[in-house]
């Protein structure tokens, strides 16, 4: 298939803040789709003011709706942001959030190893919760938040995109329909090129969960997940590491019982494309810019016919993963699903850095 035009430019793909830009534009002036949100709506607070909390505000206003609170550690940025998105409220502590009676659910954005610091609070007093990926440090993490979630009776969600596109949801059905024969193989890769000039910045600083499992190897693992039959259950790889101990590059091979492979490539220092192509008996899928696509090509292995799919729209893509949410506290039980494939995706991420030796400050 040819490049998602939102992300690519005619000198070839540019970042993911840029294509986010670049698909918000597309959609500029177009009415906001009716079958997005269908469910009873939410009173939405976002804790963390960063790049992925400003594109959800950004989302919600594309259907008109604003959020309702925000909290950060800094309070001076909460309020350039509150300003910035017309937000209702901004909140002196992250424990006047939790109280707040007139806040249904809550975005956490913050990075990841501190995921659970907030989710504990946020799920005891009895809020749903969307978890930016990835949704805990690790599966002890998130077992933990699962069962203070079903405690509290709450909706807790991971905000992988993948989860929510879609086009996965549809090409998932049609699989699930035999359309497309038995699933045997997914080859997956990820690659992005970030500089060795600050290591202490988010993608290897171990201190920040660094590493390039956590911040895009829960992508891959995601989308192959969702087009196998089981969890896989084999797993063999290699890796380098940075110099900080954090994982750099990687290689790796996933099997479960039913004999479907998964193949990937990770990097942070070295640019690939991010291409997923899933073979069946009967076709394959190709999805490039896999993590918020919103089309895909099939080749039928029969005569080569290919088969172009467009599902979604790329510029909704959080609002897709909010909609989810307020589904399955309307008690969509598929919605609530997907929280088994998260867990899934953490338990092999758990193995491979187990394998690299890759440990964080807060797991020794």
């Known amino acids: 298939m040819g490049e998602n035009k939102a992300t690519t430019t005619a000198g070839g793909p540019i970042d993911a803040a840029a294509a986010a830009r670049a698909a ?216 380098n590491l940075a110099s900080t101990g954090v994982d750099e590059t990687s290689g790796f091979i996933t099997r479960n019982a039913e004999g479907q492979l998964g193949v990937f490539s990770l990097s942070l220092h070295s640019k690939q494309p991010k291409r997923a192509v899933i073979s069946f008996e009967r076709c394959y899928i190709e999805v490039n810019e896999y993590p918020r696509a919103d089309r895909a090509t099939i080749v039928w292995t029969d005569n080569g016919r290919r088969e172009e799919i467009t599902v979604g729209e790329e510029a909704y893509a959080l609002c897709y993963e909010l909609a989810d949410l307020e589904a399955a506290v309307a008690g969509d039980s598929s919605k609530r699903e997907l929280l088994d494939y998260a867990t899934d995706v953490m338990a092999l991420m758990d193995r491979l850095r187990g394998d690299w030796g890759v440990v964080y400050p807060e797991e020794r």
């Open 24 to 239: 918000f534009a597309s959609v500029a002036g177009k009415p906001f789709p009716a079958d997005i949100f269908t469910a009873p709506e939410l009173r939405w607070a976002v804790i963390g003011c960063g790049v992925i909390a400003n594109q959800m505000a950004e989302s919600l206003a594309l259907a008109g709706r604003r959020l309702a609170g925000v909290a950060n550690r800094t309070r001076e940025k909460a309020e350039a942001f509150a300003q910035a998105h017309n937000v209702g409220r901004v909140y002196d502590s992250f424990e006047d959030l939790y109280r707040d009676p007139e806040i249904d659910a809550i975005y956490i954005t913050t990075p990841h190893n501190t995921h659970i610091t907030y989710l504990r609070p946020a799920l005891a007093a009895g809020k749903h919760v969307l978890c930016e990926k990835a949704i805990t440090l690790n599966g002890e993490e998130l077992a933990e938040a699962r069962h203070i979630a079903e405690a509290n009776d709450v909706v807790l969600m991971d905000a992988t995109t993948i989860l929510h596109m879609p086009l996965y949801t549809e090409l998932c059905r049609r699989a699930e329909a035999g359309e497309f024969g038995c699933m045997n193989l997914a080859q997956v890769n990820f690659g992005s090129f970030k500089p060795y000039g600050d290591l202490t910045n988010r993608f290897y600083n171990p201190k920040l969960a660094g590493g390039a499992m956590l911040d895009i190897g829960v992508y891959a693992l995601s989308i192959a997940r969702l087009f196998m039959a089981s969890q896989p259950d084999e797993v063999v790889s290699l890796a």
